[in-house]
């Protein structure tokens, strides 16, 4: 667990689980050797000696202006992930228990916030209750991006589809679901910002209060070496085109500024700050 405070928003980080992957794992032509390279500003916390990178997932707990937000959250436990990620089939984690530790429990949530709909996204949206997926965040409601939504609830694909099936559909059908446009604000503090590519849908967070502000990527960056590299092709992006389009922009318009920067698969700690290097970037980790 680790926590930060934006003037007024507290923000607490909870990790479902942090490991090395391949590169191929996000970057399909990218090799060990070109990980390698930037070792001087990614080892040990980003990469591995071998050219491998670190990969975390986690949700983010705001406190603004009395609500409880949770953003993202996770793979889950007890899912069929056999035509996504068979490894990730039937977890069995310390989730909730981790949670608790940090000092929250499920009932005490206002708002569940997805940033998109992908597998390590949505994951403990549900657990299974009586045979019945049922929403775990029992007095919360769940912010889902409308096109998000209108995209994945008829795609065929059972990779992506298998997630939505148990993690959302039961959230939609039980009425726990706001469809949101991707401009939408939480509070006056926590409000999204659309950053399509990744998926037809996808929104970043952004936070402000007394003059500090902060943003959550979700998945328009995957791993800090995408600053410095933010043309590479991206295994799980939508329209991988426009998805480095998204990623420069973004990098441009927070590059040397004091806006600190949650990298939502970054490795502990998983915070930091972009700045230039020549005509592309880096990210500078901070505790």
Same mark, same amino acid.
């Given at each position: 667990?680790?926590?930060?405070?934006?003037?007024?928003?507290?923000?607490?980080?909870?990790?479902?689980?942090?490991?090395?992957?391949?590169?191929?794992?996000?970057?399909?032509?990218?090799?060990?050797?070109?990980?390698?390279?930037?070792?001087?500003? /990614?080892?040990?916390?980003?990469?591995? *000696?071998?050219?491998? =990178?670190?990969?975390?997932?986690?949700?983010?707990?705001? @406190? !603004?202006?009395?609500?409880?937000?949770?953003?993202?959250?996770?793979?889950?436990?007890?899912?069929?992930?056999?035509?996504?990620?068979?490894?990730?089939?039937?977890?069995?984690?310390?989730?909730?228990?981790?949670?608790?530790?940090?000092?929250?429990?499920?009932?005490?949530?206002?708002?569940?916030?997805?940033?998109?709909?992908?597998?390590?996204?949505?994951?403990?949206?549900?657990?299974?209750?009586?045979?019945?997926?049922?929403?775990?965040?029992?007095?919360?409601?769940?912010?889902?991006?409308?096109?998000?939504?209108?995209?994945?609830?008829?795609?065929?694909?059972?990779? /992506?589809?298998?997630?939505?099936?148990? *993690?959302?559909?039961? =959230?939609?059908?039980?009425?726990?679901?706001?469809?949101? @446009? !991707?401009?939408?604000?939480?509070?006056?503090?926590?409000?999204?910002?659309?950053?399509?590519?990744?998926?037809?849908?996808?929104?970043?967070?952004?936070?402000?209060?007394?003059?500090?502000?902060?943003?959550?990527?979700?998945?328009?960056?995957?791993?800090?070496?995408?600053?410095?590299?933010?043309?590479?092709?991206?295994?799980?992006?939508?329209?991988?085109?426009?998805?480095?389009?998204?990623?420069?922009?973004?990098?441009?318009?927070?590059?040397?500024?004091?806006?600190?920067?949650?990298?939502?698969?970054?490795?502990?700690?998983?915070?930091?700050?972009?700045?230039?290097?020549?005509?592309?970037?880096?990210?500078?980790?901070?505790?």
């Amino acid at each position: 667990m680790n926590q930060w405070q934006i003037g007024d928003v507290k923000i607490t980080r909870v990790v479902e689980m942090e490991m090395p992957f391949p590169g191929t794992f996000l970057f399909p032509d990218v090799t060990p050797d070109q990980i390698k390279r930037e070792a001087e500003w /990614l080892q040990p916390w980003a990469t591995t *000696s071998t050219g491998q =990178i670190m990969v975390s997932m986690y949700s983010l707990i705001l @406190e !603004s202006q009395g609500k409880k937000i949770i953003v993202d959250t996770c793979i889950g436990n007890g899912k069929d992930r056999s035509h996504t990620n068979p490894a990730w089939t039937n977890l069995k984690l310390p989730f909730l228990a981790d949670l608790k530790k940090a000092g929250y429990t499920p009932d005490q949530f206002d708002y569940v916030l997805q940033t998109h709909l992908h597998v390590d996204h949505v994951g403990w949206n549900t657990i299974m209750k009586n045979g019945r997926w049922m929403p775990t965040f029992e007095n919360a409601t769940y912010l889902i991006g409308g096109a998000e939504w209108d995209f994945y609830s008829t795609f065929e694909d059972r990779a /992506l589809r298998d997630p939505v099936e148990d *993690s959302v559909r039961p =959230i939609v059908e039980q009425g726990r679901a706001k469809l949101v @446009e !991707s401009n939408y604000r939480i509070t006056d503090e926590v409000w999204l910002e659309p950053s399509v590519g990744h998926t037809p849908g996808h929104h970043h967070v952004q936070i402000s209060s007394r003059g500090q502000r902060a943003v959550i990527t979700g998945d328009l960056m995957h791993h800090p070496i995408q600053c410095a590299y933010p043309e590479w092709d991206v295994g799980f992006d939508n329209d991988r085109a426009l998805a480095k389009k998204v990623r420069r922009a973004f990098c441009e318009q927070y590059a040397d500024n004091d806006v600190l920067i949650f990298g939502t698969h970054f490795a502990t700690p998983s915070c930091g700050k972009i700045v230039r290097r020549g005509d592309a970037f880096r990210y500078i980790a901070q505790e």
